[in-house]
């Protein structure tokens, strides 16, 4: 079973900070990775995908990864309110169609 | 340009009702995905076409269950009979073709504005 790991939260931070969103997944022959964000009674919007091991900067939003230790991470620097959301982390395999979601982490940017 | 659109947005219906739910993804994109979202089961794939033909619908949870898509603009995913345990959010989805952007822009899924659909 090919399975996608987020900490479900809420993570808090407060306003200006880094906040760090983490995602481990199972299938080692995954090959492009995904973030979504989903404000509540919305639909998952895709914020940043990456695909190779390093960092992808965008803006406030710097994607991590690391195929050896199978693991995804979102940075969001200088959070503010409007960031708070569920962030969906996403996994596609190399022959697969399919993405893979986690259950999502909710983060919490407080005033 | 116009992202993927879902119609209806709300559908309250009653057991036993048929349910239709329509999307129109992007331009230009070829493949298509239904999903369905709850709060004890998340996101989870109920169907996939590329170019117009179901390619896996072993998500469907049921027979109940059926999906079309009879053109590379339109598709229609419909419950009869419905029931309340089918009630949840359903988004459409569609991917670019391949070669756009290069992998990053044949991998990326956009959704449409989800159907929240509550069967009574």
């Known amino acids: 079973q090919k399975e996608v790991e987020q900490n479900s939260g809420p993570l808090s931070v407060p306003e200006g900070a880094i906040a760090s969103l983490n995602c481990t997944y199972s299938d080692r022959g995954s090959q492009s990775f995904f973030w979504y964000r989903q404000y509540s009674g919305k639909s998952p919007e895709l914020i940043m995908s990456i695909y190779s091991n390093g960092d992808k900067e965008d803006g406030r939003f710097t994607a991590q990864l690391n195929k050896a230790s199978q693991y995804v991470s979102l940075l969001i620097r200088d959070s503010q309110p409007s960031d708070s959301a569920t962030y969906l982390c996403a996994a596609r395999g190399d022959s697969s169609y399919k993405l893979i979601f986690g259950s999502g982490t909710r983060l919490l940017v407080r005033p | 340009d116009a992202g993927v659109i879902q119609s209806p947005r709300h559908e309250v219906t009653e057991m036993g009702q048929e349910v239709t739910l329509r999307c129109k993804p992007i331009?230009?994109?070829?493949?298509l995905f239904w999903y369905r979202q709850t709060m004890m089961r998340g996101l989870e794939l109920l169907i996939y076409?590329?170019?117009?033909?179901?390619?896996?619908d072993s998500g469907m949870p049921e027979d109940r269950f059926s999906a079309k898509m009879p053109n590379a603009s339109f598709s229609t995913l419909k419950i009869q009979p419905s029931e309340p345990r089918d009630s949840a959010v359903y988004f459409c989805?569609?991917?670019?073709?391949?070669?756009?952007?290069?992998?990053?822009?044949?991998?990326?899924?956009?959704f449409g504005p989800g159907t929240r659909l509550t069967v009574l």
């Open positions: 076409f590329n170019n117009n033909v179901p390619i896996d």
């Open positions: 989805a569609s991917r670019r073709r391949g070669g756009q952007g290069g992998l990053a822009g044949y991998n990326e899924q956009f």
């Open positions: 331009s230009g994109h070829n493949s």
